[in-house]
């Protein structure tokens, strides 16, 4: 089954957690520019100190599938082959496969979990989310990564890509400089 298709099938708007910072569909892609059409991928990322704060978002980018497509071609080898082995260990892990009963629409009050720590977004202080839509239809279910999930991650990925992410997303994201601060030994993932 095509993007398409499976947006033909849907019944699962595109949901709100995955808006944009001013509470609004991602209505164009974050690095070239252009109206979202067709299929594209969502990224976004919270972050808190300490558990008795909010998490506060960091970034949140759209790609279309170009630019998807562009970015997930400069990812080494070794880094494929270990992403794909810690997908094979936490079958959640960066669902990208279609799901018909998420198409037939999903439980309004689903707790979302880390795919790899299983906790929920309250028990984590960092975590990432990513989704596949298709113009208007969320296609795949978020996909969550916590602090655990996103140290698996990060061990996957090689020197030579973990360059190449740091540069496109410097390039596309606009950090604010209290957060550049906070997140200035971190490196940054898109999942």
């Given at each position: 089954m095509s993007w398409k298709?499976?947006?033909?099938?849907?019944?699962?708007?595109?949901?709100?957690?995955?808006?944009?910072?001013?509470?609004?569909?991602f209505d164009s892609c974050s690095d070239c520019k252009n109206k979202l059409e067709g299929d594209y991928k969502i990224f976004k990322?919270?972050?808190?100190?300490?558990?008795?704060?909010?998490?506060?978002?960091?970034?949140?980018?759209?790609?279309?599938?170009?630019?998807?497509?562009?970015?997930?071609?400069?990812?080494?080898?070794?880094?494929?082959?270990?992403?794909?082995?810690?997908?094979?260990?936490?079958?959640?892990f960066g669902v990208t496969s279609i799901d018909i009963s998420f198409l037939r629409g999903m439980d309004d009050n689903q707790v979302h979990r880390c795919a790899i720590s299983n906790k929920t977004i309250n028990e984590l202080n960092e975590y990432q989310m990513s989704a596949i839509c298709y113009n208007d239809k969320q296609i795949t279910p978020?996909?969550?990564?916590?602090?655990e999930g996103l140290k698996e991650y990060q061990d996957c990925i090689s020197d030579e890509t973990q360059g190449y992410i740091d540069d496109f997303v410097n390039r596309i994201i606009d950090l604010p400089p209290e957060i550049e601060v906070l997140l200035k030994d971190d490196h940054f993932v898109l999942i």
């Open positions: 298709e499976a947006a033909e099938m849907s019944k699962q708007f595109v949901q709100k957690e995955l808006y944009n910072e001013n509470d609004q569909p990322s919270y972050s808190r100190l300490t558990k008795n704060e909010k998490h506060k978002l960091i970034f949140g980018v759209a790609l279309c599938s170009q630019c998807l497509e562009t970015y997930t071609s400069e990812i080494s080898k070794s880094t494929t082959s270990k992403l794909e082995s810690l997908g094979e260990t936490y079958p959640d978020i996909s969550i990564l916590g602090d």
